[in-house]
């Protein structure tokens, strides 16, 4: 298959070394003979990045001073490279504001004006209105939205549109979506099982609902990494610290619990390092990291603010449920009781207890009870430590939770006689109707201390059965750290947004700029270490960053002031002058056509067809898709939301991890095991198939051609290019249209708009 | 390499295509490849590595000096011997043996470079299938077969680069065996699918004739043109090219799944129409019909060989399954030229234990836990010596004594017969480059043809 990409450009920009690539050769070459791994003399060992960076001035004073090496000075070239090793990257210098009065458009005209190129005109009114509606609301303007617009020749009208779609509910959800990727949020936990996760989509809504009200990204962080250690956290605190509960899991038979538990802590100490610092920490897992000042101590002190942290769900009543709960809740216990007492359990779940808990402490006696108390170890969350604990200090959800597990699933241990003779089959079934006519109280996911006083290790090369020293809780020893000790998740959070912390500001800033460009200033917004690539407009990444912090931290304002700069509102057509000069674009002499994030063709197909059901917020649905999709996926089942709501955005798509729905896979959605800073944009011949024959795209199809005929016949293809692309059609393209037209009807010409480059792009 | 990193070479222009195809590192033999992944590890010890000691030891538990560096995913080093029933016998020129549940693979005995000597570095099938497919235990790296791709580019116009094929039961590997990790997502190899269109919306919608959506794919293309006149952007180029493809794609997959035109002496071989290796076979006919159409690498997936319990039953009834059809694509292959330019792989994500899973309280009913420190695997075709048997295990399957080779090798070694240099096949990610074989990996001189 022929399959084309959109190639996003590197930055051609070479500044100072990167230690990696021009200065690790050279002492390689010339002094690692005697301070290096076999012969450290005075001491000196300069074999590892981190050793090295640490002895960077002395290294550039004695080669500068010709002192070293004995052998005879280094040739000029090799002296220069080590002149322009500074002694930390640039990502963790302290951010420079540039002096005087800056605006992005001048610091954008700057470096054009290095490279005699001039920034490309204004987009004509109706891209920019299209672009500014698809970049802040995700939503393309309806017609009449369009003409408004237009209408308004005020000198601000543009200005006003823009805090218009800054205040719209439907801002939260675009941007939403990016920050979904970073918290590889997901409706399903990964694994063998894959099982639901059915209380996940409250973390999107928090998530939506801090966007919309702009909550300042240092409260943001604080409340998805520490919201449960707050004084008197509120539900929506605890909802927001299920940031770290996105992590995949694995209830696969045979693995070890502690294993599990490890990998989590990797996924959560990589994932904070990535999103926050935009350092690929997860390196150091194993080694100290090669390029970057990160040895693997400081990833383990990262991985100690996890180290005891549980995994807990809570009950959180939706509008309504209470009410209804409290009302019925007696009923329920009296009738469950009863139904366990009727199956006279009591006995056999005791003896089962004790099997499992022997197995625990006594494995390999008994084959079938060792796989008992595996299973059960792995279906039940937290049932290690339910199963320690004697009946009457267990919640009432956690003996539930086990009890229903051995209704379900103790043939193994106790044997398939006496689970037979209990007709515990029947039982389980009863007690799952009993479950469905009175449902449980909704849930939220969080994490919250246990005080288990666990400590953490180096693990050596990565190995997590390998223990070495003794680590403590701490940041990076790299960047700024304050005078007191750190103990807590809630000490990491502020220290990420301390204003002396060089790297949080810079690496959000950079991702809200790519989100307005297609690319950021850092183009690896994933990774702004030596391996990374270097900032196009390093003072602009500077300057936006120290407005940021000074701003409070508010994200709105940011994106104001850049959507309202000219560089921003330039045209995208392709400029032949530039194809030599700037081929890539990283000077920015024009915006950019990209292509839209699946969930938005989506959406846009379907709110052009006048489909679109714009609920915000609230759980998550299952389109339609076709038969066998979920069959690739080991345990679930996909139920096709029957209502109006599957008609909701993309955004709100149940998305499974393993047998995600097809749209999103064919069009870049990463799949949400690992955190995500940057899609990369593919162009396969199975997209075209997608939107040519899913049923999805043919319904918005007929329900735009319906639309399309509700105006006067005269009219029509006006309408209909109106309503798909917000503009009316060029000559050449009415020509083409009206050629389709007899044979195939507005159906046709609806499906073809539908499928236009031009409508699947914010130009 | 040109063109394939998207995040490493500046300034190239848009539209590059990643899946022309590309000369590897050296000259090879292998182009294409064929994965019989046998996922849920079939046992070594009732197959393909006889170990008539075991018969001794049968019922008793190992003395703990011999069990004491072992751990298992479900049973524990002090768990009895199980022994083997099976007979064996040596079959072709080069006396390759193996047990009678897999006599059918009499003919190609002389074709199969069989490895004893197989290790991993997980017991437990998830890590194992990501060791095994994308070289680490960890989720997020790519595939083996979307390595592939990006360095070898695909030689179909028409069909995915990369597919996946499976049978049986309890697929637990999934996303192991196609996905891209951090390559770009077209890379990914496409599972066609059991039931309706192989590949998703690949037939035109209910109610739409073929000449209309004809008619509906050129009035886009018009558009789109006009459109990259406006612009000048050569992305709308890729996405007329993407749309051109995707039309030809619908007319030409029908002809792909034409197995009637099959002679029946091919549809007998195969078993594709009699159980139990309808459903197998027929994939197995799939894979020589995919590769000879240019597909570069397809997986074969039959997932049902977690034998826990019921060893004896289960076993035999994957093998009447598989053995057949394997044995009919390999002379398949080689009978049209193919085999030499195929490189086919056969094995499971590790192995299964001497020691007997007695879970299940009756002793007929036993069966084996995972083994990761030894098990056995084979390779046929494109670059790959047939008619040896390569590694030693210890007299009780324990462990290998000879020529050990991790999955980490095995995976330099396809790569090698590729045309590739497994240290250098490399795609810059999170500020590293990596490779599917992580940071280990030696090719295997001895399987080399």
Known sequence: MRIFLVVLFAATVVTAADFGRDVQPILARRCYGCHGPKVQMGKLRLDTAEAAQRANRRIVELTGAK????????????????????????????????????????????????????????????????????????????????????????????????????????????????????????????????????????????????????????????????????????????????????????????????????????????????????????????????????????????????????????????????????????????????????????????????????????????????????????????????????????????????????????????????????????????????????????????????????????????????????????????????????????????????????????????????????????????????????????????????????????????????????????????????????????????????????????????????????????????????????????????????????????????????????????FDVPDRTVSCARRETSNTPLQPLNLMNDPVFVEAAQALAARIEEAPEGQRLERAFQLVLGRGPTPRERDSVQGHLPRRGWFGVARALLNTDEFLTRE | MGGLGLAGLPGLLAAEDPFTPKTPHFPAKAKNLIFLYMEGAPSQIDLLDPKPALTKWHGQSLPPSMTKDFKFAFIKPNAKVLGCRRPFAKYGQSGAEFSDWISAWKPIADEMCIVRSMRTDAFNHQPADLILFTGHMLPGRPTLGSWVLYGLGSESRNLPGFVVLSTGKNNMSQAAQWTSGFLPSSHQGVPFRRTGDPVLYLSTPKGITAGEQAEDFQLVNELNRARLDTTGDREIASRIASYEMAARMQLSTPELLELGKETAATRAAYGVDQEPTKAFGTNCLMARRLVERGVRVVMVTHSSWDQHTELEKDLKKNCDITAGPVAALIQDLKQRGMLDSTMVVWGGEFGRTPLGDFRNAEEAKAGRDHHASCFTMWAAGGGIRGGVTIGKTDELGMNVVEDPVHVNDLQATILHCLGFDHTRLTYRHMGRDFRLTDVRGEVVRKMLA
């Open chain 1, 67 to 666: 002192k070293m090496p004995p052998t005879g000075p280094l040739p000029e070239a090799e002296l220069a490279v080590l002149r322009g090793w500074t002694e930390k990257p640039w990502a963790f210098q302290p951010i420079r504001r540039p002096a005087g009065a800056q605006t992005i458009d001048l610091l954008i005209a700057a470096e054009l004006g290095k490279h005699k190129i001039k920034p490309s005109p204004e987009a004509d009114r109706r891209t920019l209105a299209r672009r500014v509606y698809l970049d802040l609301t995700g939503l393309a303007p309806t017609p009449a939205e369009m003409d408004a617009f237009l209408a308004d020749r005020s000198a601000g009208a543009y200005e006003a549109l823009v805090e218009r779609l800054l205040a719209s509910p439907h801002y939260g959800e675009k941007w939403a979506r990016q920050w979904l990727d970073l918290a590889r949020y997901a409706d399903s936990e990964g694994g063998v099982q894959d099982y639901a996760r059915p209380a996940a989509w409250r973390y999107r809504d928090w998530v939506i609902g801090a966007l919309n009200a702009d909550m300042p990204f240092d409260q943001f962080t604080i409340e998805q990494l520490a919201g449960d250690l707050l004084p008197n956290a509120t539900l929506d605190q605890r909802i927001a610290a299920g940031f770290h509960r996105h992590t995949i899991t694995s209830r696969e038979g045979g693995v070890e619990l502690e294993r599990i538990r490890f990998e989590q802590l990797l996924d959560r100490t990589s994932t904070t390092a990535s999103v926050w610092l935009g350092l690929t920490a997860g390196c150091a897992q194993c080694h100290d990291h090669k390029y970057d000042p990160i040895p693997q101590r400081d990833f383990y002190s990262l991985m100690a603010f996890f180290e005891n942290t549980d995994e807990v769900d809570l009950d959180a009543p939706l509008p309504g449920e209470w009410g209804i709960y409290r009302q019925y809740e007696k009923e329920f216990r009296k009738q469950r009781t009863q139904l366990l007492e009727e199956y006279k359990i009591a006995g056999t779940l005791e003896y089962w207890e004790n099997g499992a808990r022997h197995a625990m402490a006594n494995p390999g006696l008994r084959p079938n009870w060792d796989v008992s108390y595996d299973s059960y170890s792995k279906l039940v969350d937290n049932g290690r430590r339910t199963l320690l604990k004697a009946p009457s200090e267990r919640t009432a959800r956690e003996q539930d939770a086990l009890v229903d597990y051995f209704v379900k699933s103790s043939a193994g241990g106790i044997g398939k006689t006496t689970y037979d003779a209990l007709k515990l089959k029947e039982l389980a079934e009863k007690l799952k109707k009993l479950d469905e006519k009175y449902p449980r109280l909704s849930t939220v996911m969080t994490l919250a201390e246990n005080g288990a006083g666990e400590r953490t290790h180096v693990r050596i090369r990565g190995n997590w059965t390998d223990k070495g020293a003794e680590v403590r809780p701490a940041v990076l020893a790299a960047l700024p750290r304050p005078a007191g000790e750190m103990r807590t998740r809630l000490d990491l959070a502020k220290w990420l947004v301390a204003p002396e912390n060089p790297l949080t500001a810079r690496v959000a800033m950079n991702r809200i700029w790519q989100e307005l460009f297609g690319r950021g200033l850092v183009r690896t917004s994933e990774d702004f270490g030596a391996q990374g690539e270097r900032p196009t407009h390093p003072e602009l990444l500077d300057w936006l960053a120290s407005e940021f912090q000074r701003g409070g931290w508010r994200m709105k304002p940011m994106v104001r002031r850049i959507v309202t700069s000219a560089t921003y509102k330039q045209a995208s057509t392709a400029r032949p002058d530039l194809q030599t000069i700037d081929p890539s674009n990283t000077l920015l002499a024009r915006q950019a056509r990209l292509r839209l994030p699946a969930e938005l063709i989506r959406d846009s197909a379907l709110r052009a067809s006048g489909l679109l059901n714009e609920t915000v917020g609230g759980e998550s649905m299952r389109p339609p898709q076709p038969d066998g999709v979920a069959d690739l996926q080991y345990s679930m089942k996909w139920e096709e939301t029957k209502d109006r709501a599957r008609y909701r955005r993309g955004l709100y798509i149940f998305l499974q991890r393993t047998a995600a729905y097809p749209l999103l896979m064919n």
